[in-house]
């Protein structure tokens, strides 16, 4: 029976359910499973256990009673599948079974704990409840016992005394010691009770019982925090707890300190130490801050020790220590690469590295520094740091020489030394390391090696090819010529310099590049100096401090460590640091949140005294300068620290004595609304070097009118900005001296004033240029003409020779004999140099 039959089969076992066997049932030799699932039924044909060893066909079967299409291999994989399924069925119940009994059993043990814990605290409660009412109960028997016998001895001292003389013989009963009279019996009786009443009394007098609420009478009565306080202190009594003698502690103070935190460091409450420091005449509440030396009066009177300390100890966490000489080990040397732009610093490298970085550089220059390791094919590591040639990244340059060990010079064989050039040989011997000449392009027609060594004489460099000290090699980065031996010439340099480090101590290095990514947040490129940089590492560089949470070789890839020499992007900063900043491993966050916090403040002051005027004259100097000095306001926003730095340096050089450019804000990253808002206020514009601004910035740029301005390479950007400078620039003012004229003799005319004739005697007036009137060689006036006639007709030029009638512009004060001095003034357009 098959579903291709259109009959459903009977039904065996009950109600059917989803996924699961639902019957049974014999069709000749084969027994059928029917498996239901949530859309469609399935008939799938099961084996009678016959226990037969027969093949395939019966085992599985009759093929002609089984349902359409389905092989024997079909037919043993469904079985399989549901043997497998009843199988994993099973276990999922018995693990299920296993896991609720095991929760039941710790649900079980916990209750049992927390009653065993409540158990031992009521016990311990009740033991020490009972041992305070004991030691109630026996000290008001100890009182009444005392009021009994003061009791006695007043009695007996008010009893008259025995007439022993008038009456001889034995006393009586009542005077002999240890009995009792009648009246004295009854005394002590009444004593006894009127202590046990005080006790009851005592004993509930801190109760409020009906009858008193309701008649309204009874005094003031203690609370039940009073009696538990009692209980408390007659406890601790008795068990001898009693208070600790003070702690003296060394309690370390800065130059200035909180009230309130000086209180928690000597542990003592902050209004104590607020009044004692109102006792000294200081008002002052626990949030003001106080000297060290009121600090330290304050420490002594509380009992304690100061011990004095400036803000800048909390760096000596990251001093450094030596290394043993058997800790050091050889490391890689750095190189870095240094000339003049275009000299082929970059290709040279490419070569080496057989690599493509210049193709990704706009322009064909270098504007970031790149670190990279290169493994020759002697297998030793070599370190290099390629450093931009152009002139606005001078500090890049002197940042790579300050971190190298060798200084690989490039300079181009077809080429002079260049200013460059020049500057990269200073800032290697600035920074004592040695160098080694590459001239480069030496396959080029035109090059000429020869006189490049000859150039560098000017400027005390003396190659080996010139009985010097300093190694050259001629190399193309082009053909690959003479690579090799510039390998070898930087082995044996760093061979001779013995390069070594310890690579088992706290990790240090300097950040080469630092920038904000969109992905990863800010990354700095540091080069470890020393010790062994891992993950997890906390580190304080710069102003800022964080967590390695990845480390980045060269190559990309993601390394767990980096040795002396290697470099690697670091992610996990919480900001981005500067270019030249140090890298510090230290022990604990706490710490280096400390050191980045000390050194941010430290920054900050020392920018506001720098740009701090003390004094009214200093302000009003500076007022008057910023007001004579037209200024160019500007944002700059680049792709990593040193463009940042490279750019506001070229644009701070950028202006003379009557403008400048004055940058706003310079940070790393894309542009935001938080830039387009400050430039908006400030009225300038933004300037993107690598970077773009995000679509809401863009946004909000159109909107309010703000000027973004994008650029990819350096030079561009500055004559830009050097261009927009120079419209700042005040036209500059020229005269031409076109004429001068006698004045022979006044007239006075009707309607026109005092006119004057003139003869021409040089050059030519002119109606529309502007005259000034000398008298014996001293101008006395400067203006324009009202008129200027030849006989009664108004003309606009008088030639030299010729007689004119002239009359000034609201000035008649002429005499004969008067020279008048003509001239032309033109407008210069002014432009940066």
Known sequence: MSDTDGKKPLGLGGAPRSGSVKQSFSHGRTKSVLVETKRKRVVVPKPAASGSAAGGSQRLGDPSKRPAGITDAEMERRLNALKL?????????????????????????????????????????????????????????????????????????????????????????????????????????????????????????????????????????????????????????????????????????????????????????????????????????????????????????????????????????????????????????????????????????????????????AGGITQHIGAYQVKTESGALLTFLDTPGHAAFTSMRARGAHVTDIVVLVVAADDAVMPQTVEAINHAKAAKVPMIVAINKVDKPGANPTKVRTDLLQHEVVVEAMSGEVQDVEVSAKTGQGLDNLLEAIALQAEILELKANPERAASGAVIEAQLDVGRGPVATVLVQNGTLKRGDIFVVGEQWGKVRALINDKGERVNEAGPSVPVEVLGLDGTPRAGDVLNVVETEAQAREIASYRENAAKDKRAAVGAATTLEQLMAKAKADKDVAELPVLVKADVQGSAEAIVQALEKVGNDEVRVRVLHSGVGAITDSDVGLAEASNAPIIGFNVRANASARNSAHQKGVEIRYYSIIYDLVDDIKAAASGLLKNEIREHFIGYATIKETFKVTGVGMVAGCLVTEGVARRSAGVRLLRDNVVIHEGTLKTLKRFKDEVKEVISGQECGMAFERYEDIRAGDVIEIFEREEVVRKLD
């Open 85 to 361: 399924a009843k199988s994993r069925e099973a276990e999922d119940a018995e693990r299920r079974a296993t896991e609720e009994r095991q929760r039941e059993e710790e649900r079980q043990r916990r209750r049992d704990e927390i009653e065993a814990r409540d158990r031992e605290e009521r016990e311990r409660q009740e033991a020490l409840k009972a041992k305070a009412e004991e030691e109630e109960r026996l000290k008001a028997l100890a009182d009444a016992d005392a009021r009994r016998a003061e009791s006695a001895k007043r009695a007996e001292a008010d009893a008259p005394a025995p007439r022993q003389a008038m009456q001889p013989g034995p006393a009586p009963a009542s005077t002999r010691p240890g009995v009792a009279t009648p009246r004295k019996a009854d005394r002590e009786r009444e004593e006894r009770d009127r202590a046990g009443k005080a006790r009851e009394d005592s004993r509930r007098g801190g109760k409020l019982t009906l009858n008193d609420a309701l008649s309204g009478e009874g005094g003031r009565t203690r609370s039940l925090a009073a009696m538990k306080r009692k209980q408390e202190k007659a406890r601790q009594k008795m068990m001898g707890n009693v208070r600790p003698e003070k702690q003296v502690r060394d309690v370390r103070i800065p130059e200035t300190i909180v009230v309130s935190e000086l209180a928690n460091r000597m542990a003592e409450r902050a209004a104590d130490v607020v009044k004692s420091l109102m006792k000294m005449g200081m008002m002052v509440t626990m949030n003001q801050a106080i000297d060290a030396d009121t600090a330290e009066l304050v420490i002594e009177e509380f009992g304690h020790r100061a011990v004095r300390v400036s803000d800048s100890d909390v760096e000596q966490v990251i001093q450094q220590v030596g290394d043993k000489d058997e800790d050091l080990y050889t490391r890689a040397p750095v190189i870095t690469i240094m000339g003049h732009v275009d000299h082929g610093k970059t290709s040279l490298l490419d070569a080496l590295r057989k690599a493509n970085v210049v193709s990704g550089e």
